[in-house]
C-alpha cells in the first residue's frame, strides 16, 4: 500500500522546495529491482504534482509583469494579439469586440498578432498547460500554418527550452512524408518560443477509434505500412520516437485514402548516444500504457522500444481495445512488466494464427525476441493482413474533423513537461498521460 504524507520533519524542505514522502505499508523482507523501480516511478509522478504549485506561482507573477509592459509596446507601434473567447479568432489589439458574435476581445499578454512580422494568426486550434497552437497565415509564402507558442514563463526553464530545441532538430533530421513538416522556429521578444508546421485537418488515431471504433484489416494494414516507414525514418536518423500511441499518429484525407502523419517528438532521443541531460537512464519517460517493459524499468531504449509501442497502438486500431487494460498507474506498470496480452483472435476471429504469433512477437516482454526493425515486422505479414475480410464497416473514407478547435487540426505537444509542469489539464489524463 502506498500512501503521500506531507513532509513531517525539516529534512523534508531542501532549499524551498517542496518535498513529498511515500510510505510503504508492508514492507517485503527483499527489495528487488522491480519493486525499486516501481517505487521509483511513483517518486516522479509525485515530484511532478508538486512542481505545479510551484508553475502557478511563477504564471501569476510573469501574467502582473507583461500587463506592465503591453501599454508600451503599443507606444512603440507594436501589433498585440487579442482573441475571441466564443468563436477563438485573432485580432490585433485596436479591435475591441469580435465582428462575427460581439463578444468582448481577450488580451493574450504580450504575443504580437504578427509572429515575427510574418505569420499573421487567424485563430487559436489546440491549447495545453504550457502554450498555445494557432491557424496562421504565412504571408510571405501565401499558405496556411499551425505555429505553436510557449509561453515565457514556461520557456525559461532550462529544460524546457532544450526539449523544444530537441523536437525541432528531430523533425529535422527526417526526411519523409509521414513526419510532420517543421517550417520555422524561433524565439519572441518577451521570451516566448514557437514552432511553425504544416497544418493538418483531420482526426488523430484514439479520435478515429473513438468515433467510429476500430477499422478493418485493410485499414490498419494501409496505416501500418505509412506509419511504420516514417517510424523507419525516423530511427534510420537514429532516432528513437518514445512516445508512439494513438493521439500522435493523425490521419488526413489524401487521395485513394488517408495518409498518416506521425507526430510529437518531444521526447525522440538518439539511439547512438546512451545518456543525455535530458534522457538519463532511471528517468521514466512516455505514456505508461503504450510503453515497452524497458521503458516502464527505465533502461536505454532502440528501436524495438518503439516497435512495441507500435504494435500496441495497431493491436487497439485492430481490436478497439488497449493492450494494457488498467487504470491506475502502478497496475499499468505491471501489466506491462508481466501479462501477456490477450489473444488478438479473441477479439477478431478471422485473423489468422501467423499474425496473432506475429503481435505477440512484437509484444514479448524481452526485447531480444522481437524484430530489430520495425519495417521487417510490418513486412513479414502486412499483405495477409490487407486480404482478410470483417463484418463491421470500420472508419469513414473521407476523414471530417469535428467542429470543436481543438479537433480541426494538430501540431505536436511540447514534451513530457506539457502533461507534468502544468496545473491546467492536458488532453491526457489516467494511463494516458505522460509519466
Same mark, same amino acid.
Given at each position: 500500500? #502506498?500512501?503521500?504524507?506531507?513532509?513531517?520533519?525539516?529534512?523534508?524542505?531542501?532549499?524551498?522546495?517542496?518535498?513529498?514522502?511515500?510510505?510503504?505499508?508492508?514492507?517485503?523482507?527483499?527489495?528487488?529491482?522491480?519493486?525499486?523501480?516501481?517505487?521509483?516511478?511513483?517518486?516522479?509522478?509525485?515530484?511532478?504534482? $508538486?512542481?505545479?504549485?510551484?508553475?502557478?506561482?511563477?504564471?501569476?507573477?510573469?501574467?502582473?509583469?507583461?500587463?506592465?509592459?503591453?501599454?508600451?509596446?503599443?507606444?512603440?507601434?507594436? @501589433?498585440?494579439?487579442? !482573441?475571441?473567447?466564443?468563436?477563438?479568432?485573432?485580432?490585433?489589439?485596436?479591435?475591441?469586440?469580435?465582428? @462575427?458574435?460581439?463578444?468582448?476581445?481577450?488580451? @493574450?499578454?504580450?504575443?504580437? #498578432?504578427?509572429?515575427?512580422?510574418?505569420?499573421?494568426?487567424?485563430?487559436?486550434?489546440?491549447?495545453?498547460?504550457?502554450?498555445? !497552437?494557432?491557424?496562421?497565415?504565412?504571408?510571405?509564402?501565401?499558405?496556411?500554418?499551425?505555429?505553436?507558442?510557449?509561453?515565457?514563463? #514556461?520557456?525559461?526553464?532550462?529544460?524546457?527550452?532544450?526539449?523544444?530545441?530537441?523536437?525541432?532538430?528531430?523533425?529535422? *533530421?527526417?526526411?519523409?512524408? &509521414?513526419?510532420?513538416?517543421?517550417?520555422?522556429?524561433?524565439?519572441? %521578444?518577451?521570451?516566448?518560443?514557437?514552432?511553425?508546421?504544416?497544418?493538418?485537418?483531420?482526426?488523430?488515431?484514439?479520435?478515429?477509434?473513438?468515433? #467510429?471504433?476500430?477499422?478493418?484489416?485493410?485499414?490498419?494494414?494501409?496505416?501500418?505500412?505509412?506509419?511504420?516507414?516514417?517510424?523507419?525514418?525516423?530511427?534510420?536518423?537514429?532516432?528513437?520516437?518514445?512516445?508512439?500511441?494513438?493521439?500522435?499518429?493523425?490521419?488526413?484525407?489524401?487521395? &485513394?485514402?488517408?495518409?498518416?502523419?506521425?507526430?510529437?517528438?518531444?521526447?525522440?532521443?538518439?539511439?547512438?548516444?546512451?545518456?543525455?541531460?535530458?534522457?538519463?537512464?532511471?528517468?521514466?519517460?512516455?505514456?505508461?500504457?503504450?510503453?515497452?517493459?524497458?521503458?516502464?524499468?527505465?533502461?536505454?531504449?532502440?528501436?524495438?522500444?518503439?516497435?512495441?509501442?507500435?504494435?500496441?497502438?495497431?493491436?487497439?486500431?485492430?481490436?478497439? *481495445?488497449?493492450?494494457?487494460?488498467?487504470?491506475?498507474?502502478?497496475?499499468?506498470?505491471?501489466?506491462? $512488466?508481466?501479462?501477456?496480452?490477450?489473444?488478438?483472435?479473441?477479439?477478431?476471429?478471422?485473423?489468422?494464427?501467423?499474425?496473432? *504469433?506475429?503481435?505477440?512477437?512484437?509484444?514479448?516482454?524481452?526485447?531480444?525476441?522481437?524484430?530489430?526493425?520495425?519495417?521487417? =515486422?510490418?513486412?513479414?505479414? !502486412?499483405?495477409?493482413?490487407? $486480404?482478410?475480410?470483417?463484418?463491421?464497416? &470500420? =472508419?469513414?473514407?473521407?476523414?471530417?474533423?469535428?467542429? %470543436?478547435?481543438?479537433?480541426?487540426?494538430?501540431?505536436?505537444?511540447?514534451?513530457?513537461?506539457?502533461?507534468?509542469?502544468?496545473?491546467?489539464?492536458?488532453?491526457?489524463? &489516467?494511463?494516458?498521460?505522460?509519466?
Amino acid at each position: 500500500r #502506498y500512501e503521500l504524507r506531507e513532509p513531517a520533519v525539516e529534512d523534508a524542505v531542501d532549499e524551498g522546495r517542496i518535498r513529498g514522502v511515500i510510505v510503504i505499508r508492508g514492507r517485503p523482507t527483499t527489495w528487488g529491482e522491480e519493486e525499486q523501480r516501481l517505487v521509483m516511478c511513483f517518486a516522479h509522478e509525485l515530484g511532478a504534482a $508538486l512542481e505545479r504549485g510551484r508553475t502557478r506561482e511563477r504564471l501569476d507573477a510573469d501574467q502582473s509583469r507583461h500587463a506592465l509592459s503591453r501599454g508600451d509596446l503599443i507606444d512603440r507601434g507594436a @501589433e498585440l494579439l487579442q !482573441v475571441c473567447p466564443q468563436c477563438r479568432r485573432c485580432f490585433d489589439h485596436q479591435v475591441r469586440r469580435c465582428p @462575427e458574435d460581439g463578444a468582448t476581445l481577450k488580451t @493574450e499578454g504580450v504575443l504580437p #498578432y504578427r509572429v515575427m512580422g510574418r505569420y499573421r494568426l487567424v485563430k487559436v486550434i489546440g491549447q495545453g498547460g504550457m502554450g498555445t !497552437v494557432y491557424e496562421a497565415h504565412d504571408q510571405r509564402l501565401g499558405r496556411v500554418v499551425a505555429i505553436k507558442i510557449i509561453r515565457a514563463e #514556461y520557456f525559461r526553464d532550462v529544460n524546457v527550452r532544450l526539449r523544444f530545441r530537441q523536437e525541432a532538430r528531430a523533425i529535422a *533530421r527526417i526526411s519523409h512524408p &509521414g513526419v510532420i513538416a517543421l517550417y520555422d522556429t524561433g524565439e519572441l %521578444p518577451d521570451g516566448s518560443a514557437f514552432l511553425v508546421m504544416e497544418k493538418l485537418v483531420g482526426l488523430d488515431l484514439a479520435d478515429m477509434i473513438d468515433h #467510429y471504433g476500430p477499422g478493418t484489416p485493410a485499414q490498419v494494414a494501409a496505416l501500418m505500412r505509412q506509419a511504420g516507414a516514417a517510424l523507419a525514418a525516423a530511427h534510420r536518423a537514429d532516432l528513437v520516437h518514445r512516445d508512439i500511441k494513438p493521439e500522435n499518429i493523425f490521419l488526413v484525407d489524401g487521395t &485513394g485514402g488517408f495518409l498518416v502523419k506521425i507526430l510529437d517528438f518531444g521526447l525522440a532521443k538518439s539511439m547512438s548516444l546512451e545518456t543525455t541531460n535530458l534522457t538519463q537512464t532511471g528517468v521514466v519517460m512516455g505514456t505508461p500504457v503504450y510503453m515497452s517493459p524497458e521503458q516502464i524499468q527505465g533502461k536505454d531504449l532502440d528501436a524495438r522500444s518503439d516497435l512495441y509501442s507500435f504494435a500496441s497502438v495497431c493491436y487497439e486500431a485492430l481490436t478497439g *481495445r488497449r493492450v494494457v487494460e488498467s487504470e491506475e498507474f502502478a497496475k499499468v506498470c505491471a501489466e506491462v $512488466l508481466h501479462r501477456e496480452p490477450p489473444p488478438l483472435r479473441g477479439y477478431v476471429r478471422e485473423i489468422p494464427r501467423r499474425i496473432e *504469433r506475429a503481435f505477440m512477437r512484437a509484444l514479448a516482454k524481452d526485447r531480444d525476441k522481437r524484430h530489430a526493425k520495425i519495417e521487417d =515486422w510490418v513486412r513479414s505479414f !502486412v499483405d495477409e493482413l490487407a $486480404l482478410i475480410q470483417v463484418p463491421h464497416r &470500420g =472508419w469513414p473514407e473521407q476523414i471530417s474533423a469535428p467542429e %470543436p478547435e481543438d479537433s480541426t487540426a494538430h501540431v505536436s505537444t511540447l514534451a513530457m513537461a506539457m502533461a507534468n509542469l502544468t496545473g491546467e489539464p492536458a488532453e491526457e489524463s &489516467g494511463p494516458n498521460k505522460r509519466a
